[in-house]
T-cell receptor
Framework: GEDVEQSLFLSVREGDSSVINCTYT??????LYWYKQEPGAGLQLLTY?????DMKQDQRLTVLLNKKDKHLSLRIADTQTGDSAIYFC????????????FGAGTRLFVKA | KAGVTQTPRYLIKTRGQQVTLSCSPI?????VSWYQQTPGQGLQFLFE???????NKGNFPGRFSGRQFSNSRSEMNVSTLELGDSALYLC??????????????FGDGTRLSIL
C-alpha cells in the first residue's frame, strides 16, 4: 500500500537540534523528500534523498534513511525561530509515470 | 528562473458554481501535478499531466478535471462546487521524464472558499 506517516507536533528550544521522523510503506520508492510549508505559502523543497543512499547532509539539514525499516528522518541543527513551520515527508513511487505520496505533516514549534 | 505561478491566489465562490484555476510551471518542466490541501485530509493528489496527457489520477469525483496545454501550462476545473471543496489547491511542476524521478516544485496555491 501507499502510506506515509509522521508525528503531528514537535516542540524544541531555539539552538537545539530538531529531529522529525517519518515512516513509509511502499518499497518501490525512488526518491524521498522533505518539504517545508510556512503559513499562507506553498510547499518549499528542502532536501531529498535517493533510495539507495543512507545519509545526505546539506548545511544545517541531515537526512537519514533506513531502507530496511522504511524510516526517514530530518535533523535540523541549531534550530531557529524561522524554522517554525510544517514539515512534510514524501515518497515518490513509480506508477507508469510517478506519483508523490505525502505524510500529514509535522508542525514544528521553536521556542525562543 | 521564475517558480511555479498559480492564479488567482484567492477565490470566493458559491455552491453550484464552477471554477477554473491556472498553473504556470517552471520553464522546461513538462509535468504538472495538482493537490488539494485541507486541515482534515492533508495533501491529497488530484492528477498529474505530462505532455498534455493525464498520466496519473487520484480518487476525486469527476467534478474535478484538468488539462495541460502545449506550453505545459495547466488548468484545473471544478464544477458544481460543494462546501467541502473549500481548500488550498496546490500545483507542482517537475521535469517529469520517465527515467528520472525529479523532485516537484510547488506554487503558493489558490485558496478557494465556497459560501
Amino acid at each position: 500500500g501507499e502510506d506515509v506517516e509522521q508525528s503531528l507536533f514537535l516542540s524544541v528550544r531555539e539552538g537545539d537540534s530538531s529531529v522529525i521522523n517519518c515512516t513509509y510503506t511502499d518499497s518501490s520508492s525512488t526518491y524521498l523528500y522533505w518539504y517545508k510549508q510556512e503559513p499562507g505559502a506553498g510547499l518549499q523543497l528542502l532536501t531529498y534523498i535517493f533510495s539507495n543512499m543512507d545519509m545526505k547532509q546539506d548545511q544545517r539539514l541531515t537526512v537519514l534513511l533506513n531502507k530496511k525499516d522504511k524510516h526517514l528522518s530530518l535533523r535540523i541543527a541549531d534550530t531557529q525561530t524561522g524554522d517554525s513551520a510544517i514539515y512534510f515527508c514524501a515518497e515518490s513511487i513509480r506508477t507508469g509515470g510517478f506519483k508523490t505520496i505525502f505524510g500529514a505533516g509535522t508542525r514544528l514549534f521553536v521556542k525562543a | 528562473k521564475a517558480g511555479v505561478t498559480q492564479t488567482p491566489r484567492y477565490l470566493i465562490k458559491t455552491r453550484g458554481q464552477q471554477v477554473t484555476l491556472s498553473c504556470s510551471p517552471i520553464s522546461g518542466h513538462r509535468s504538472v501535478s495538482w493537490y488539494q490541501q485541507t486541515p482534515g485530509q492533508g495533501l491529497q493528489f488530484l492528477f498529474e499531466y505530462f505532455s498534455e496527457t493525464q498520466r496519473n489520477k487520484g480518487n476525486f469525483p469527476g467534478r474535478f478535471s484538468g488539462r495541460q496545454f502545449s506550453n505545459s501550462r495547466s488548468e484545473m476545473n471544478v464544477s458544481t462546487l460543494e462546501l467541502g471543496d473549500s481548500a488550498l489547491y496546490l500545483c507542482a511542476s517537475s521535469l517529469g521524464t520517465d527515467n528520472s524521478n525529479q523532485p516537484q516544485h510547488f506554487g503558493d496555491g489558490t485558496r478557494l472558499s465556497i459560501l
